[in-house]
Structures are given as structure tokens and as C-alpha cells.
């Protein structure tokens, strides 16, 4: 749902569009079925459960952020740990430790990125068969993908610059 000034916008509306999803004025009362008092700005019902859903939602993604980077960290680290004799050679012949960190980190941000991908695809496939058996409108905002691709390769350069600043030297 997206929160107007006055006005509540059912899911998948469209401002510009008129008479598909209308734009319903807003109801909002107290729990004694009068409209509250104070500053003028008016919550709908049951507003401060869906502010406790959010930062619940919100705690478990940073979690899963931290264990997903976490989890890269250690698949690079032990691929540097496996590949200390490659790194070598590399560095004997001329390479520069800046085009080992390079390497690394490009290595790590694809693992994060193909991880993205595929959390993105199940996201969209469990949202889309959830919205058929709850009978509701199902609408994928690309703004939301696209940061979910973007906080993805964000995770790889976080959790992989490690293992890579330590392959460079």
C-alpha cells in the first residue's frame, strides 16, 4: 500500500489512470471509532502493527544480508586459501597486487550477484504463487529489483575486499 497525504491507493493503482483503481479518501479512526485528535494527521487502523511488521521484516533481511556476506567471505577466503600457489606464480611473473585485489573482488562480486539473481528469481516466483492463492493483485516493482541487484554486488565488494586484500599480499 502507498500512503498519501489523505488518501489510501489500493495496491497496483496508478495515479494517472482513472476509474481501474481509484484513489479511496481514507477512513482513519481511534480505537473508540472516532476520528483522533492532535496534529491533524490521521493513521488508519491497525497502523503501528504494520510499522512492528516492517522492522521485523527489516531485521530479518539485515540478518540475512550479514549470514549471505558472511558466507561469501568464507567461500573467498578458503579459494584463496586453495589458490595461495596461483597467486604466487601470478605475482612472480609481474603481476601487481592491485590486479590480484581486482581479480578477487570481481570473483567475489559475480558469487554475489548470481546469488542475487537467484534470491530475486525465487522472491518473484514465491510472491507470484502467494498472490494466486491468497486472491490478491500481484505487482513486481522494477525500482525494487533493481535494488535488490545493486545491495547484492554492494555485499560482494563488502564481504569480499577481505579475502582479496589478503590474496594481494
Do not use: C, K, W
Amino acid at each position: 500500500q502507498v500512503h498519501h497525504d489523505r488518501h489510501l491507493l489500493l495496491p497496483g493503482a496508478d495515479e494517472g489512470r482513472e476509474g481501474e483503481h481509484p484513489v479511496v479518501p481514507r477512513t482513519d479512526q481511534g480505537g473508540d471509532g472516532r476520528a483522533p485528535e492532535g496534529d491533524g494527521r490521521e493513521r488508519r487502523e491497525g497502523a503501528e502493527d504494520d510499522d512492528m511488521v516492517v522492522r521485523l521484516l527489516g531485521a530479518v533481511q539485515g540478518v540475512s544480508l550479514l549470514v549471505g556476506g558472511i558466507g561469501i567471505m568464507n567461500i573467498m577466503l578458503v579459494s584463496v586459501t586453495e589458490r595461495t600457489r596461483e597467486i604466487g606464480i601470478r605475482l612472480a611473473i609481474g603481476a601487481l597486487e592491485r590486479q590480484v585485489l581486482s581479480q578477487f573482488l570481481v570473483e567475489s562480486i559475480v558469487l554475489a550477484l548470481f546469488g542475487g539473481i537467484i534470491g530475486i528469481m525465487i522472491g518473484l516466483a514465491l510472491a507470484g504463487a502467494a498472490s494466486i492463492l491468497m486472491d490478491v493483485p500481484f505487482a513486481a516493482d522494477i525500482r525494487v529489483i533493481a535494488l535488490a541487484f545493486v545491495v547484492s554486488a554492494v555485499i560482494g565488494v563488502v564481504f569480499g575486499y577481505f579475502p582479496a586484500r589478503r590474496a594481494a599480499r
